[in-house]
């Protein structure tokens, strides 16, 4: 069992920036592809990005690209999330998930994904 706990969302102003940190449990955190995933409400669930288990390969949506950016820690059981030129579509319900079946793939489907946390909210006005 995994447990995710993500942390760092809030309410900023466009063009902002937040830190979002997701906190895992288990001694095997290295092994995990981690991924961010976001749902807004009325929306599909859409991916973020993902990062692999060495932090050396990263994937990351259109929508994103250029402004977010995915880091782990593997000593510290932590990936990170940071979004920097925060628009008011950015705004939903971040989540973290941890896929530990790949290896070293990175997927943006979040069928591969076996553990998620339980939500962070950010929130970007205009």
């Known amino acids: 069992q995994v447990q995710l706990l993500e942390s760092g969302g809030g309410l900023v102003q466009s063009g902002g920036s937040l830190r979002l940190s997701c906190a895992a449990s288990?001694?095997?955190?290295?092994?995990?592809?981690m991924g961010w995933f976001r749902h807004a409400p009325g929306k599909e669930r859409d991916f973020v990005t993902a990062i692999s288990k060495s932090g050396g390969n990263t994937y990351y949506a259109d929508s994103v690209k250029g402004r977010f950016t995915i880091s782990r820690d593997n000593a510290k059981n932590t990936v990170y999330l940071q979004m920097n030129s925060l628009k008011p579509e950015d705004t939903s319900v971040y989540y973290c998930a941890a896929d530990l079946q790949s290896g070293n793939a990175v997927s943006r489907y979040g069928y591969a994904y076996d553990y998620w946390g339980q939500g962070t909210q950010v929130t970007v006005s205009s």
């Open positions: 288990g001694r095997t955190f290295c092994s995990y592809t």
